[in-house]
């Protein structure tokens, strides 16, 4: 059982697919597969049950998954302490919410920890950044989500043992253009929004879940793009759109837009780790540093 073997372990349980974990390994799926098969036979036994969806864990390889990471982290620890280097610490972020919210973050654990190497990874994508944090290729992620467990605004979970902490409200607007039919509504329903379009993302996108959430399948969606080209979109009235109050802030000012009369849940900012890993160097630095 080799190091090697346990990180391309480690990328397939996060990634779900040989090909994706290819990808974030920077490896042939070929390779992957070959590592895979090389230490399943060392130990004897499946570690994944493969099937056209993705693959799965097997009951030994849930057995073999907090082990990994120990075995990861110790060979990291052992490295940096043999060459003597700084601790380092990799934060990822969604990248909605890196210019607005990470910077006061880094900060803060700058000052706190003046002698940590921290680097910053930015994705559109949450799954992602959730598959780094099991993988261990990142200590923690900045993510966003609805209020209760982890991924209860609808997201995919990989197999790891995660936490979270809340580290504040991230408020959201229905918003339209000036000359949208329902810009002057005084009160809205669900059922007033039945036969209008909702401006959304990708179906993994934060925004987009929220607006399931809260509008269920009343309006029709149309598919826009990010919260810049839906923003944009919503501006030249063609339809309208669930998004993060920062980001229609100075339109809401200049009347560009307008709030619609239906006040949404806010989304939280959450910090997501692993459990099992809260003893790395510089993690509760960025814990009590991204609290503050």
């Known amino acids: 059982m080799e190091l090697r073997q346990l990180r391309v372990f480690e990328a397939v349980v996060a990634h779900r697919t040989v090909t994706a974990a290819a990808v974030a390994l920077g490896l042939a799926p070929s390779s992957v597969s070959e ?10 036994v499946e570690l994944f049950d493969r099937a ?10 849930e057995r073999l998954l907090p082990w990994s990471r120990k075995l990861l982290d110790q060979a990291d620890q052992a490295r940096r302490e043999v060459v003597a280097d700084r601790p380092r610490l990799r934060l990822g972020a969604l990248e909605t919410i890196a210019a607005t919210h990470v910077p006061a973050v880094l900060a803060r654990l700058a000052e706190r920890r003046p002698d940590l190497d921290v680097s910053l990874h930015t994705d559109t994508a949450r799954d992602a950044l959730l598959g780094g944090v099991a993988a261990g290729a990142l200590e923690a992620a900045l993510i966003l989500d609805t209020a209760g467990p982890l991924g209860e605004l609808g997201f995919y ?4 043992p995660l936490d979270h902490v809340d580290l504040r409200d991230v408020p959201l607007a229905l918003v339209a253009a000036p000359a949208h039919p329902l810009a002057r509504a005084t009160a809205l329903t669900r059922e007033a929004l039945s036969g209008h379009r909702l401006l959304v993302n990708a179906p993994a996108c934060s925004f987009r879940l929220a607006g399931e959430r809260l509008l269920g399948h009343d309006v029709e969606r149309v598919r826009t793009g ?13 339809g309208i759109a ?7 802030h100075d339109q809401l000012a200049s009347g560009a837009l307008v709030r619609l009369p239906l006040d949404p849940p806010p989304l939280h900012l959450r910090l997501v780790w692993r459990a099992d890993r809260e003893t790395v160097p510089g993690l509760r630095e960025v814990l009590y540093a991204a609290a503050a």
Do not use: I, K
């Not at 990010?226 to 063609?238: D, H, K, S, W």
């Not at 669930?242 to 229609?248: E, T």
């Open 52 to 61: 056209p969806r993705g693959m799965t864990l097997t009951p030994a390889g």
């Open 226 to 238: 990010g919260v810049a080209v839906t923003r944009a979109c919503a501006e030249q009235g063609l």
């Open 157 to 160: 979970l990989p197999p790891a």
């Open 35 to 44: 590592q895979v098969r090389t230490l399943e036979r060392s130990l004897g």
């Open 242 to 248: 669930l998004l993060p109050d920062f980001a229609v």
